[in-house]
T-cell receptor, first 116, second 109 residues
Framework: GAVVSQHPSRVICKSGTSVKIECRSLDFQATTMFWYRQFPKQSLMLMATSNEGSKATYEQGVEKDKFLINHASLTLSTLTVTSAHPEDSSFYIC????????????FGPGTRLTVL | QKEVEQNSGPLSVPEGAIASLNCTYSDRGSQSFFWYRQYSGKSPELIMFIYSNGDKEDGRFTAQLNKASQYVSLLIRDSQPSDSATYLCAVNIGNQFYFGTGTSLTVIP
């Protein structure tokens, strides 16, 4: 199946700093990528849809100025958590759908963010 | 109204039994249906997808889709302790994917 990578897998930062998370599709091109957040024992929450060549689409309640998304190429999307606070500590997961036939969606391995 | 609903469980079955997971969806425009497995602390991994009414089998897993009743289910035969995880149902509408809250499954040795 298709492979999606994320970097870093785990990051610990101080409150007030910014953290960048990269999501790459390794063997296919993705014009769209999705960013999710998952708190412990809760389901995936879609944060935003990253679109190559245009602005990201944010879900209701997600601050676009705090969670900056850049879809730089057909294989790379980045999520930057600006001025991170302890409540931003979560598991961030990206995914990318393939475009052939049924839209299968493949997830990256996730990034565990801990804000001290 | 939630797009996709699942019983959160937890669901417990003995090893070797059949585990049955259910999911209902609200939008009749839903095109494709997916089952993902998520182990604690890991990202979801695709088990299988289905888009036509009826059954689709893959090894110990069988997905069942009934579009008239708007439900999709996943059967796991000969359940193993390694199947213990949270199972997420997802539906695809256009370019959007909608996930259920997941069902926690525990297979008891």
């Amino acid at each position: 199946g298709a492979v999606v990578s994320q970097h870093p897998s785990r990051v610990i930062c101080k409150s007030g700093t910014s953290v960048k998370i990269e999501c790459r599709s390794l063997d296919f091109q993705a014009t769209t990528m999705f960013w999710y957040r998952q708190f412990p024992k809760q389901s995936l929450m879609l944060m935003a849809t990253s679109n190559e060549g245009s602005k990201a689409t944010y879900e209701q309640g997600v601050e676009k100025d705090k969670f900056l998304i850049n879809h730089a190429s057909l294989t790379l999307s980045t999520l930057t958590v600006t001025s991170a606070h302890p409540e931003d500590s979560s598991f961030y997961i990206c995914s990318a759908p393939t475009s052939g036939g049924v839209n299968e969606q493949f997830f990256g391995p996730g990034t565990r963010l801990t804000v001290l | 109204q939630k797009e996709v609903e699942q019983n959160s469980g937890p669901l417990s079955v003995p090893e070797g039994a059949i585990a049955s997971l259910n999911c209902t969806y609200s939008d009749r425009g839903s095109q494709s249906f997916f089952w993902y497995r998520q182990y604690s602390g890991k990202s979801p991994e695709l088990i299988m997808f289905i888009y036509s009414n009826g059954d689709k089998e893959d090894g110990r897993f069988t997905a069942q889709l009934n579009k008239a009743s708007q439900y999709v289910s996943l059967l796991i035969r000969d359940s193993q302790p390694s199947d213990s995880a949270t199972y997420l149902c997802a539906v695809n509408i256009g370019n959007q994917f909608y996930f259920g809250t997941g069902t926690s499954l525990t297979v008891i040795p």
